[in-house]
């Protein structure tokens, strides 16, 4: 895609950025959803405008959605299975004693 | 014209350039260029409306002083007088045009409100000072905003820079008004209430030139200001854009008097 100096694209359509946004209380960001926008400041604006009107963020990240690497659905079988056979990897084998709360 | 008379006279040119320039924007909710702009757009119209309203308010309480208790509404300022009442600038009238012309009438009333609220910040009324340091946090992310879109699109294609020239150009006739200064306001700035719109001038260039400058765009030279000599918006004399636009704006409360959600 033909870009200008300030990387608004030749094309009609704008590129799509995922949206994460960290609510007042949460620790980490959380996936909201996607836009169109000509180049990250603005993507970062249009976030503020689409997805935090009703006061739900404290920060925002923006990335192009074509920079994110995502597993293969058709991989599930060898990504994922062999986890699910292994209970031993949860933490769930050792007596807690009753003093020990929020755990 | 007495202290009150010109207080409430102040308050309404606050009130409407806001309530204006909130119509306006709000005539591109669902016209937007893209889905994203047309919310923030309507954003940046909302915030304004919401201030129009603090200030209506403020002048009802005004007016009630000096008129046996008898203020009126919010409602009743904003729909109930006819244009030669309304006291916003001229600027803000102004169709919307293209979107290069929406951004620069955003953009050159941006600027300058952010500097009157800033100004408005250490009014010696604390109702003012008040409202001021409310919008200021609104104002100023208007103010990115639109000197980001002047930039993108002075700077961006030849379609789009040519556009944005010819808006900046055309509107470039109304930005004099924002800084005269007529009797009302001499005596609200000697009293230390108002802001002195005067100073605000230098400042104000100094921030186009540098968008300007960043958006490949040529200021505008040699143009004749509208509304000089104190025969503006600010004291009632308007162009013949505000008429139609009022008349969207009010008819449902000039049809059905009183008419609530």
């Known amino acids: 895609m033909e870009s200008t100096s300030k990387g608004v694209t030749g094309m009609n359509e704008w590129p799509l950025w995922e949206v994460f946004i960290r609510s007042q209380h949460g620790l980490a960001h959380k996936h909201v959803g996607s836009l169109h926008a000509p180049d990250a400041e603005m993507a970062i604006k249009n976030a503020r405008d689409v997805y935090t009107r009703r006061n739900e963020g404290v920060s925002i990240w923006a990335v192009r959605s074509s920079d994110i690497v995502a597993s293969s659905p058709g991989d599930k079988e060898p990504m994922f299975e062999p986890a699910s056979s292994k209970v031993y990897r949860h933490p769930t084998f050792f007596p807690m004693p009753d003093e020990v709360k929020h755990i | ?261």
Not at chain 2, 36 to 50: K, M, Q, R, S, Y
Not at chain 2, 252 to 259: D, E, K, V
């Open chain 2, 1 to 261: 014209m007495n202290d009150q008379r010109t207080l409430f006279d102040y308050l309404l040119r606050r009130a409407d350039s806001d309530l204006v320039l909130a119509q306006r924007l709000g005539e591109w909710v669902g016209h937007g260029p893209v889905l994203e702009e047309d919310i923030a757009t309507t954003n940046v119209g909302l915030d304004l409306l919401g201030q129009s309203r603090l200030w209506f308010a403020y002048a009802g309480e005004v007016e009630a002083g000096f008129n046996n208790g008898a203020g009126r509404s919010e409602d009743q300022l904003a729909f109930l007088r006819d244009a030669a009442e309304f006291r916003n600038l001229m600027l803000v009238e102004q169709p919307n045009g293209d979107y290069a012309v929406t951004m620069a009438r955003q953009f050159y009333f941006d600027v300058w409100h952010e500097l009157s609220l800033r100004g408005l910040t250490a009014s010696a009324d604390a109702r003012i000072a008040e409202i001021a340091a409310k919008a200021l946090k609104e104002v100023r992310y208007h103010t990115e905003r639109s000197a980001d879109w002047v930039i993108r699109l002075g700077d961006g294609t030849e379609e789009s820079h040519r556009r944005m020239q010819a808006a900046v150009d055309d509107l470039w006739m109304y930005t004099g008004e924002m800084f005269e200064v007529d009797a009302i306001e001499l005596a609200l700035i000697d009293a230390g209430v108002a802001c002195d719109a005067g100073t605000l001038a230098a400042p104000w260039r100094q921030r186009v030139d540098a968008i300007f400058s960043e958006a490949t765009l040529t200021v505008p030279a040699g143009v004749w200001m509208q509304g000089s000599g104190g025969r503006g918006g600010k004291q009632g004399v308007h162009t013949e854009h505000i008429g139609p636009m009022l008349a969207q704006m009010q008819w449902l409360q000039r049809a059905y008097p009183g008419a609530q959600w």
